[in-house]
């Protein structure tokens, strides 16, 4: 029986976690998906839908093969933030995100919220490549 946090934010990010992880599933694992806006100005009406339409799709794909809870997490904190202090709220015993092949400079502007995962949270992590799908 595992916990496992599952972090998304969009549907397709979902749909592909899900694809993977549902081969990975035992009937008594438990997903816990979470999705985190900022907050506040930073956060408008479509962008709380789209990660309530995300969190849906994981339920949605995994729901038959395990229990599966989800959380639209609003805190104000940054998504690397939110996702490591769900691993402890949760008591997640690994966490399931996915990333994007990002070109050096993109990585340098932007920041990754993987790498912070990567290099922060304290169990063990699966790592799933996405795919684009407009590619």
Not at 19 to 30: E, K, V
Not at 47 to 68: F, N, P, Y
Not at 93 to 106: A, C, N, Q
Request: no cysteine.
């Amino acid at each position: 029986m595992a916990r496992q946090l599952v972090a998304t934010n969009h549907v397709d990010t979902s749909a592909q976690l899900a694809d993977y992880l549902g081969a990975h599933l035992g009937p008594d694992d438990t997903i816990v998906a979470v999705n985190s806006l900022q907050g506040g100005d930073a956060t408008d009406a479509a962008a709380v839908r789209d990660g309530e339409d995300a969190l849906s799709v994981i339920g949605a794909r995994l729901g038959t093969a395990a229990s599966v809870e989800t959380h639209q997490l609003i805190q104000g904190n940054d998504p690397a933030t939110d996702i490591i202090g769900a691993i402890d709220t949760y008591d997640a015993d690994e966490l399931v995100f996915g990333i994007r092949k990002r070109s050096p400079t993109g990585k340098i502007i932007f920041g990754s919220v993987a790498q912070q995962l990567l290099l922060d949270a304290p169990v063990p992590m699966r790592v799933v490549p996405l795919t684009r799908l407009d590619d």
